[in-house]
């Protein structure tokens, strides 16, 4: 074992255990909130709510979020949108405090912290390979997930232990304070070195048309967002695994509790792992081999009867997922160019949550006419076909090794080539 190679340089770490401590908040208000709705509400749909609220937003305003990521300073950016969102938890959790708080309002305060996500996500991606080498890039992404991860295996423990002990209110001060983790990191950081171009320096309808034709011209990275959409959209199981639980595995809660667990389990095992190694080749093999076998893995969950089993089944597929996201993203960033990568990652953000949760409505229809096992073995058949339909329309893909020079994509325009950039905004590495 070793300091994996991000964490080596400084910028990069202030953000990374920024992230780390911010991301446990959130994932401690997040399942705090399902608690929450359900002590209102007793109707299963109100869960629901949350999860509109959460997807809507980010679909109607990522485009907007990636714009401007690339034409304003996106260290400044985060600063804003990491002290809305503060700002917002602090807001719930006051409203929980004095006993004013209803349905709606954790409706439309989470639905505003989502709008938050939407501007933060395009300037925090975007940010990430302007603070270390781009040899360290997918050792980056691999602990970025691996923090990711880690938030969504300890928040969830801390805030029922909060909820318990403490009051649901305190979850969401917790959640409150747990940005300024970030807020300091972002300080800690100083100046970070952006490409803005003359034709990116504002955010417009035609910068937000740029970015989608970039994207439209680079096949290497929308047949990676494709893959994304259809795994998740097909592959989606997590929504039908209390039913697998009770009703083909006949265990109870506590097992089930296991099963949630394994697939966080399985992706921070892999990024472990993945952290310890210094460069990635052959990218564009190991991203559709770990699709396929997160479909496999998917089918096995469909078909077996035993928990171990089961729980094994899952582990696989967060361990695979863990794999493709990592790899993925590393695709994605060392493919574009520094004045679009904001709306480059706005785009894959309507992907990457467009298709869980699509995915969810797709396998609850066809478990309610089939069963839940047949949902989740279609899915599985379905993520299989899909990705190698992919790599038959983008051959390209699978010969993807990850040294490939950086190509501006179509007529679009890069600093080098095209729009002259704005000085004082450019600062070299």
Known sequence: MHIPPSLQHKKFFYLWLGQLISITGTQMQLWALFWHVNQIDKNPIALG?????????????????????????????MFITQSIAALL???????TQFGQVTIWHIYIITALQAVVVAFDGPSRQALIPN???????????SMTFTAFQAGAVIGPALSGFFIAYFGQ???????????????FA???????????TEKTAGVSLDSIKDGIRFILAKPIIFSTMMVDFVATFFASASTLMPIIAKDVLNVGVVEYGYLSAASAVGAVAVALVISQVKEIRKQGKIFLVSVIIFGIATIIFGITRSFIVAWLAIA??????GVSTIVRNTIRQLQTPDHVRGRMTSINQIFFMGGPQLGEIEAGAVAQFFGAPFAVITGGIGCILGTLWIMWKWPQLKDFNGDEPIEAGGSFPSPSTGASIIANRVRKQ
């Open 49 to 77: 709510g949350i999860g509109v609220a959460r997807f809507l937003p980010v679909v109607i305003f990522s485009l907007i979020g990636g714009a401007l990521a690339d034409s304003r300073d996106r260290r400044k950016v």
């Open 89 to 95: 938890a602090l807001i719930l959790a006051l409203f």
């Open 131 to 141: 603070l270390l080498p781009k040899k360290d890039l997918p050792n980056a992404f």
């Open 169 to 183: 209110a305190a979850v969401y001060y917790f959640n409150a304070f747990s940005f300024a983790a970030v807020l």
């Open 186 to 196: 972002l300080f800690m950081i100083g100046d970070v070195p952006q490409a803005i």
């Open 316 to 321: 696989i597929t967060g361990g695979a997922d």
